[in-house]
């Protein structure tokens, strides 16, 4: 059964994409049946593996909405053991036209369960919002990634970020599991990122993933590719960054490597 894991905080800009994306992209090149679920009107998954937003027709929005069967609109991206859920900019009305479906929390978990046990990993990339679809992807998920810039405000929205989550086990997905927060854009060379990673390590504790993404330009600049930066670049420091990332994963989940 492949485990479905949200990569989710509704502040903006902090990684969540670049995350997804790159870390989807390295259980791949681990040969783990990946899935990515671009769960994001903006659509920025969907681009960085290659796909134009333009021409899709089919996203997770049709899935939850229209009843139409996960398995008819994935797409095999160019990458050996890489899938695609497409989103696209209609996803924005999803959010009004479920606000009268009935379960309409569980609407993309409905969509996932029947083709879960064909990954061994599907990576839901959240919007940055709090609203229905991240809802809904936190009730399909089995655990969620936090990812935390290591900024300025970087704790901002954490504590409702944390609650959410708390409402949601309680009353929607008791297996809900945080697997990790994870630091991004990380430089060694400024101050305030180290004071952050000292402030969320002693707080979180073992909450916090081993590996810390540092801050890399070939993470920001393969999305222009329509690739991950394991393709762009694979001895650059972002996609190595991932590849440990995934590994940590992998061991922590007690997965075996595949043969
Ligand atoms: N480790 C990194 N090094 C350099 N640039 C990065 C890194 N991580 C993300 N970025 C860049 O920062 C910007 C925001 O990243 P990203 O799109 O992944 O965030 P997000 O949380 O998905 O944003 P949104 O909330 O809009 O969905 C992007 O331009 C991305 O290329
Ligand atoms: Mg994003």
Same mark, same amino acid.
């Given at each position: &059964?492949? $485990?479905? @894991?949200?990569?989710?905080?509704?502040? #903006?800009?902090?990684? $969540?994409?670049?995350?997804? *994306?790159?870390?989807?992209?390295?259980?791949?090149?681990?040969?783990?049946?990946?899935?990515?679920?671009?769960?994001?009107?903006?659509?920025?998954?969907?681009?960085?593996?290659?796909?134009?937003?333009?021409?899709?027709?089919?996203?997770?929005?049709?899935?939850?909405? =229209?009843?139409?069967?996960?398995?008819?609109? @994935?797409?095999?991206?160019?990458?050996?053991?890489?899938?695609?859920?497409?989103?696209?900019?209609?996803?924005?009305?999803?959010?009004?036209? &479920? *606000?009268?479906?009935?379960?309409?929390?569980? $609407? &993309?978990?409905?969509?996932?369960?029947?083709?879960? =046990?064909?990954?061994?990993?599907? *990576?839901?990339?959240?919007?940055?919002?709090?609203?229905?679809?991240?809802?809904?992807?936190?009730?399909?998920?089995?655990?969620? *990634?936090?990812?935390?810039?290591?900024?300025?405000?970087?704790?901002?929205?954490?504590?409702?970020?944390?609650?959410?989550?708390?409402?949601?086990?309680?009353?929607?997905?008791?297996?809900?599991?945080?697997? #990790?927060?994870?630091?991004?854009?990380?430089?060694?060379?400024?101050?305030?990122?180290?004071?952050?990673?000292?402030?969320?390590?002693?707080?979180?504790?073992? &909450?916090?993933? =081993?590996?810390?993404?540092?801050?890399?330009? $070939?993470?920001?600049?393969?999305?222009?590719?329509?690739?991950?930066?394991?393709?762009?670049?694979? =001895?650059?420091? #972002?996609?190595?960054?991932?590849?440990?990332?995934?590994?940590?994963?992998?061991?922590?989940?007690?997965?075996?490597?595949?043969?």
């Amino acid at each position: &059964m492949g $485990k479905i @894991i949200a990569v989710a905080n509704q502040k #903006g800009g902090v990684g $969540k994409t670049t995350s997804a *994306i790159n870390l989807a992209a390295s259980l791949a090149a681990l040969e783990f049946k990946t899935l990515l679920v671009d769960a994001d009107p903006q659509a920025n998954a969907t681009s960085g593996v290659g796909f134009d937003p333009k021409d899709i027709t089919k996203s997770i929005y049709e899935c939850m909405v =229209d009843g139409i069967k996960a398995e008819d609109i @994935i797409m095999p991206s160019n990458i050996d053991f890489l899938d695609l859920i497409p989103s696209h900019i209609d996803l924005v009305g999803a959010e009004v036209e &479920m *606000i009268n479906l009935p379960n309409r929390e569980v $609407k &993309m978990k409905e969509s996932l369960d029947p083709i879960k =046990d064909r990954y061994d990993f599907i *990576i839901i990339d959240c919007s940055p919002s709090l609203g229905l679809i991240t809802v809904n992807s936190l009730v399909a998920a089995d655990s969620v *990634i936090i990812p935390v810039q290591c900024e300025y405000f970087a704790l901002e929205g954490l504590g409702k970020l944390l609650n959410t989550i708390k409402i949601i086990q309680s009353r929607l997905n008791q297996e809900l599991e945080i697997e #990790g927060i994870l630091l991004t854009m990380y430089d060694v060379r400024l101050r305030l990122s180290n004071q952050v990673v000292e402030e969320v390590q002693l707080h979180f504790k073992q &909450m916090v993933f =081993d590996t810390i993404i540092p801050r890399n330009v $070939k993470l920001s600049e393969s999305p222009s590719f329509g690739v991950p930066a394991i393709l762009h670049d694979a =001895d650059s420091k #972002g996609a190595i960054s991932y590849l440990n990332l995934a590994r940590e994963i992998v061991e922590k989940n007690g997965i075996l490597q595949p043969q």
